[in-house]
C-alpha cells in the first residue's frame, strides 16, 4: 500500500469467523504495511464510519482509500484482490457471482457464524508486537 491512505477493515469482535478472516489477511500482508483493523463496536469505527450509521453486525465493513464503504461480498472481494494471485483468482470468482447471489451466501454464513466458530474473549485478535499499529483501539 506504500504511501496510499489507509484502508480499514472493520469486523465483528465478538465473531470467531471474522477474527480467523482478521488473521488471514495478516497472514498474506504480515508487517506494519496493508489494511488497518478494529472492530465494528469500536469508537474508531463509529468515528470513520460517520456516513454509514447502520452497518449490521454481521458484516465486514471495508472503508477504502477513496471512502467508499464495501459491505458483505463486495468487501470480501476487494480484501482479497489485495492479498497476491491465489486471492487475487478468488476475488475474481466471488465478483463473477451477481451481487444479490453472492450476498445471499454471505448472509447464509453470517447467521450461522456464532454456532459453528467459536466466541472470542476479547474483542481484537492476539497481535504481534510488530503489527499492533495496525489496529486502531479508540
Known amino acids: 500500500m506504500g ?3 489507509p484502508e480499514y477493515i472493520f469486523y465483528d469482535g465478538e465473531c470467531g469467523l471474522c477474527h ?3 488473521r ?3 497472514h498474506f500482508q504480515p508487517g506494519s504495511e496493508g489494511f488497518r483493523f ?3 463496536q469500536s469508537k474508531a469505527c463509529k468515528r470513520l464510519l460517520t456516513t454509514s450509521p447502520n ?3 454481521e458484516t465486514v465493513v471495508v472503508l477504502t482509500a477513496d471512502h467508499q464503504v464495501l459491505t458483505k461480498s463486495e468487501s470480501v472481494a476487494h480484501v482479497l484482490q489485495k492479498l497476491g494471485p491465489f486471492n487475487q483468482f478468488l476475488a475474481r470468482v ?11 451466501g454471505y448472509d447464509r454464513v453470517a447467521s450461522i457464524r456464532k454456532k459453528v466458530f467459536k466466541t472470542p474473549q476479547t474483542l481484537c485478535p492476539i497481535i504481534p508486537a ?3 499499529e495496525r489496529f486502531l483501539d479508540e
Do not use: K, T
Open 3 to 5: 504511501s496510499e491512505l
Open 20 to 22: 480467523s478472516f482478521v
Open 24 to 26: 488471514y489477511v495478516l
Open 38 to 40: 478494529a472492530p465494528l
Open 55 to 57: 452497518i449490521p453486525a
Open 94 to 104: 466471488l465478483a463473477s457471482i451477481p451481487r444479490g447471489l453472492a450476498d445471499w
Open 130 to 132: 510488530e503489527i499492533r
